[in-house]
């Protein structure tokens, strides 16, 4: 018989589980950050004490290995207090006429809709730096963002 027709079991044509990207560079946090991560690895580990099946809890672990790994890694950072823009600033900006309030976070700990933001998000790599009263350059234009204040 040929090999194409074999067929060991029905796993081998399921989709691979692979492990959770972990953004790239350095791992900063805020203090909140740091309480988020601890909260969620605490309701992971419950969530492993309770899983029903060996399937529920692969998935649980790898997520468990993600967070685990964020933790480890954690830097926290404070935020800058000379009057630029840092990570963990609060910052007001007008762009295309609107003015945003936003914080700059860690990865894990972004929620655009929220107002924070990733401190790798292009957004906040052109915020970083600048000053009240400054203009900064933003996608392609060079006086696109007006900050307007820094916390």
Do not use: C
Not at 5 to 33: K, M, Q, S, V, Y
């Amino acid at each position: 018989m040929s090999v194409a027709f074999r067929r060991e079991n029905d796993d081998e044509h399921l989709e691979p589980r692979f492990e959770l990207p972990i953004p790239a560079g350095p791992n900063l946090i805020t203090p909140r950050g740091r309480t988020l991560i601890e909260e969620r690895i605490a309701a992971l580990e419950t969530a492993l004490a309770q899983a029903a099946d060996e399937d529920a809890a692969k998935a649980v672990k790898r997520d468990l290995r993600y967070w685990t790994t964020r933790r480890a890694t954690a830097i926290e950072t404070a935020p800058r207090d000379d009057g630029a823009i840092g990570f963990g600033n609060r910052v007001t900006f007008r762009l295309a006429g609107k003015e945003r309030t936003v914080t700059l976070v860690g990865d894990d700990e972004a929620n655009p809709a929220a107002g924070l933001i990733a401190f790798s998000a292009p957004l906040a790599r052109a915020l970083m730096g600048a000053e009240a009263g400054e203009t900064v350059a933003f996608n392609g234009r060079e006086d696109a963002i007006e900050v307007l204040g820094v916390e």
